[in-house]
């Protein structure tokens, strides 16, 4: 290297880069005896680079390196009161961005606008160019727009569509923005609906100082045999730390040259994250639906944790009947913006003696069935969806559908969400109903046939009820009591944390 008089400062900095990008692919672990370091290929001809022999490396420089991942900032958060606005603040440490385009985000925006939080929500939607037509963020609410950078100099192979370079390289960009405060890089699509609140509860169990790649795989077991069981689909959404965003930020151009053959975006992550040594942390609740039709069944399945984030919400029908995309959507956000931590949680109430069996899925919806069901068949998932085209094994347990009744006195029939009522200290009230279906009369063999509305009272439960590192409650709540109005059209179940041995 020819440093020349002058350029001195800029050949300091350049081997301090490259000492920074050899350490992105040093896996340290520890054993009883000593520290040991494998350094790759491709880290040690970074060293040579540098004038540096990698067998000549030891414990203490690989430490010394190993601290320029370290994530600053002070984890205490002043002034909050309650679990609320703890997780509130605790999201200025994490930043959304959404792989977009120019032409596709005018529609796109409609859908981020169903989940985003103005003035908390904090994050970037990523543009191959301009918005001819304008946006003003503020005004309207949603997140900043940036220009990604030029990837023309990259390698194309005409595996996927070239946008996937871009995408890619989004979570480098953002770490550059240089923004300290930021622990956590979510990344999505646009057409990807996040459960903001609920994430930065999960995320808040972990330790942000670690290389972390949070994600989920397909509903599809042939996509994932296809692409990779390993690697986090993007559409469902995938979570960086704040150090293994850095190491990506040195090393993603060369990782996306060595990755050309991939196909999307995201498997090019996984196979830079497997690079670093770093795999990902699967997280029930991200879902990336790939899959075609009604969707009831795998939003009302058996779940003990809510709900983190749906993906191809376009692709699916409406989440709830008569309603457009959008309409559906903001129905269904509504019961996710009051209470994240209990979105679409499972409780089920069971009256053996008239044989009926009530599933609320909270703040989605409640179905009530014939019989008395059991947990075994209730967790595994009703098939109202179809593949998307990748091979028919889903990657859970299904059951076959049962159609709701088309006509008066039968079941199963469903009630949706319509509001969502709390206040300090007190219970939570969700209200369902559903349309009526020809005559509801007396002559109906069962009251529970005749049920037009639901009301859900469920006490309010502690953040500390997640259970550190999976995400989920410790288990379903309970259902106390069913109560039938004297009219039959109404029904009250009160929900609670289940007591011991119950």
Known sequence: ?????????????????????????????????????????????????????????????????????????DDKLVGAEGPRLKRRAYLQHMLFNLGSSSKGYLIRKELVRTWWIPNVTRGYVWLDSPIIEGYNWRSEGLPEAKIAEDTSALPYYHVGPRAVLRLTRIVAEAYRLDRPEVWWFVMGDDDTVFNVEALAELLSKYDHTQMLLFGAGSEMVRQMNDNSFEMPFGGAGFIVSRPLARALSLTIDDCIRRYAFLYGSDARIGGCAADLGVQMTRLKGLHQFDVLGNVRGLLQAYSVGPLLSLHHVFGVDPVFPNLTHIGALQRLTRGMLADPLYFLTTAVCIDASRLFTIVVSWGYSVRILDGAWNGWDLEKVERTFRPFGWGTQFAFNVRDEIPAANKSC???????????????????????????????????????????????????????????????HDRWQCCRSTKVDDSGLALTIVLSNCKEGL
């Open 1 to 73: 290297m020819d440093c020349s008089k002058g350029q001195t400062a800029r050949c300091v900095g350049c081997c301090l880069l490259l000492l920074a990008a050899a350490a992105c692919a040093i896996l340290v672990w520890k054993n009883d005896e000593s520290t040991r370091l494998l350094i790759s290929t491709a880290a040690s001809s970074s060293l040579r680079a540098v004038g540096l022999e990698p067998e000549r490396w030891n414990t203490s420089l690989g430490a010394s390196l190993g601290k320029v991942f370290s994530a600053t900032g």
């Open 410 to 472: 039968a079941l199963p029939f469903d009630l949706w969400i319509d509001d969502v009522r709390s206040g300090k200290n007190e219970p939570v009230e969700s209200l369902y109903s559903r349309n009526e279906l020809g005559d509801q009369n007396e002559t109906c063999a069962s009251n529970v046939t005749r049920i037009l509305r639901v009301k859900v009272i469920r006490e309010a439960s502690p953040a500390s009820s997640l259970s550190k590192g999976l995400g989920l």
